[in-house]
């Protein structure tokens, strides 16, 4: 008797060489772009190719919420490695460039802070404060270092065109740029929508504590909305994908073999922020709670 299972993953964290980890155990990789999921059919199409499955792991990842607005096509974005090579490139060997990054989330404020090394760097947030969903714990620390570096910030506004010389904001005012950089928001990868049920405001999938989301279908990192605890749901980040994609694929293959399936545990919840040459913060709990902060923030997330 044999099963096939399926696991389209964009992969979190890098390129790993599938080849010599996946080839020692008889596991088929296919490069391909997926196109469509059929669940009634049990069948992913890949590059056009059906690939039929008994279990599927749904590990798509998430994608840059792109805006509506003039000029868009000009902007960079480090949403991926190709995007972010194009903005090293376009950068390179410039001194005394002018940045500007929208979004002071966890991606805006680790993009800046690299950024402000080489040049003049504006970061641009539409809430009224920095690093909104990070919450009071992390903010004045991250504060300091945005101040030790230079960066400035305009709040309560955002772009609201991309011009060849910069970027116009919302409030009226112009910033010349040689760069914009995009950074604000996430959804879920558009494949969710090929399954049936439940999703949260990021086109999550809601899965059940085994991780599945239909019948023959388990999901896992950014597509996948589990219960962290009693009172929290995981984020979109490396610290819950990881175990979430372990869970998934333990369940798949023992839902097949017919033995019990594992509940997801993820490990106490921490951030940890990357602030260039500022060092780091690391923060414990929902809370946010700072653990450590300057060089010693920034040891722990590398």
Known sequence: ??????????????????????????????????????????????????????????????????????????????????????????????????????????AGLEIATELAGRGRVVLVEKAGEIAPDLGLGPRPVIEVALDRLGIERRLGTSVAEVTEGGALLADGSSIPADAVVWTAGLEASPLTSRIPGDRDRLGRLKVDTRLRAHPHVFAAGDVAAARADDGHWTVQSCQHATPMGKTAGHNAAADLLGVALIDFAPAPYVTDVDLGAAGGVYTRGWDRLVALSGAGGAVTGR
Request: net charge neutral.
């Open 1 to 106: 008797m044999s099963w096939s299972w399926a696991a389209v993953s964009p992969g979190c964290g890098g390129r790993p060489r599938l080849k010599r980890i996946l080839e020692p155990v008889g596991v088929e990789h296919v490069r391909a772009a997926v196109q469509d999921i059929d669940v009634d059919g049990r069948v992913v199409i890949a590059d056009g190719r059906p690939v039929e499955y008994d279990r599927l792991v749904l590990a798509a990842g998430s994608r840059l919420v792109r805006p509506d607005i003039p000029g868009a096509e000009r902007l960079f974005d480090v949403d991926t490695l190709e995007g972010a090579q194009r903005l090293r490139g376009h950068l390179r060997g410039r001194d005394g460039y002018t940045a500007v990054v929208v979004g002071a989330g966890f």
